[in-house]
């Protein structure tokens, strides 16, 4: 909302309207691109950057989770192999 007030505010000078705007219409431009083009990279690229390391922080975690998993079950089938070695004797 803040932004478009903004680019609506700085329209004016933009196309050239009033006295000194050809001193002032330049700076006008950049403005108003400049926050069309924060304004996209806001809306588009924070959710992406959000999700994307949120999907790696879930895929490294699954990933700990199954290393995990199978130490423990090769320390169960070694303790398994004990037992039985121990009862063979």
């Not at 609506?8 to 700076?27: C, E, H, V, W, Y």
């Not at 949120?54 to 989770?65: F, I, P, Q, S």
Request: net charge positive.
């Amino acid at each position: 909302m803040t932004t478009l007030a903004l680019i609506l505010g700085m329209l004016p000078t933009a196309i050239g309207l009033g006295s000194g705007s050809d001193f002032r219409q330049p700076m006008a431009i950049v403005v108003i691109c400049g926050l069309i083009t924060s304004t996209l990279l806001t809306v588009l690229l924070v959710p992406t950057a959000y999700s994307l390391v949120e999907g790696g922080l879930t895929r490294w975690n699954d990933a700990r989770a199954r290393r995990h998993q199978r130490q423990v079950e090769k320390e169960a089938a070694r303790q398994k192999a004990k037992e039985a070695a121990g009862a063979a004797s």
